[in-house]
């Protein structure tokens, strides 16, 4: 059996995540920052996979929760091995905490848990994976992280950072035979989406899951969700800059 611990797992597509994984016989080791929130996802799953446990109660289920607001920067090494301690191994390492709103308290926020706090999740993946010789590490970037937008210039730029940090990450580990992944979604129905126009088309976060998946089995060191956002980022990207100034998007 394969081990996977999700952050950001209680909702959107870290919550996809952990149910595809959960659906295709993993252990599940699914972290979020509201203990209620995470016995509730632990007891439907485990409804599906019989097993699951919360942290501090019956080690050894198949399905196993942990709590940690990756924002408190002490917590997340002792909240991990706690839940790594329960769910016995790792072989994946998801980070999909993710936030994205406006004002200048949600503009720390977002360079907290989508930055800072995914840089402090990893460097405590690679240690571990180090020490082991083998495994992957994978953070849920977005399509925003390519080119700054008009709508929501903070939220790019933190995942740009986390981009470039992955893509640093990766070369470091791969001599310990670690490899990391970049997923970089473009528009998938969740919470955090919000209203967004009709073109491109989103699609939904079990869909999202699904391809994430695939994407990672087959060791991509990064890709786009779905893969037709890779086309329409290099546009973006292409686009002269006296021109994306007047039509950039949302």
Request: net charge positive.
């Amino acid at each position: 059996m394969r081990h996977v611990l999700i952050v950001g797992a209680t909702d959107g597509i870290g919550l996809a995540l952990a149910r595809e994984y959960a659906g295709r016989s993993w252990r599940v080791g699914l972290v979020g920052r509201d203990r209620k929130k995470v016995q509730e996802i632990v007891d439907m799953l485990s409804g599906e996979h019989p097993g699951g446990t919360i942290v501090g109660e019956h080690p050894g289920g198949t399905i196993v929760g942990g709590v940690l607001d990756v924002t408190v920067r002490d917590a997340v090494k002792p909240a991990l091995d706690s839940t790594l301690d329960t769910l016995g191994q790792m072989d994946l390492l998801i980070y999909s905490a993710g936030v994205m709103d406006v004002g200048p308290a949600a503009e720390e926020e977002m360079l907290r848990v989508n930055t800072l706090a995914a840089v402090d999740v990893c460097e405590w993946a690679a240690a571990y994976f180090t020490r082991a010789g083998q495994g992957r590490i994978a953070a849920i970037g977005s399509t925003a992280g390519d080119r700054g937008r008009k709508g929501n210039p903070v939220y790019g730029a933190s995942k740009a950072a986390l981009h470039q940090y992955l893509e640093g990450l990766r070369a470091r580990l791969h001599p310990d035979g670690v490899g990391v992944t970049t997923v970089k979604p473009g528009w998938v129905r969740t919470r955090m989406l919000g209203d967004v126009p009709g073109f491109p088309p989103s699609i939904s976060a079990a869909k999202a899951a699904d391809l994430i998946r695939r994407g990672i089995e087959r060791g991509r060191d990064s890709f786009y969700v779905p893969a037709w956002w890779e086309a329409i980022s290099i546009l973006l990207r292409l686009t002269p800059r006296f021109l994306f100034k007047r039509m950039a998007p949302p």
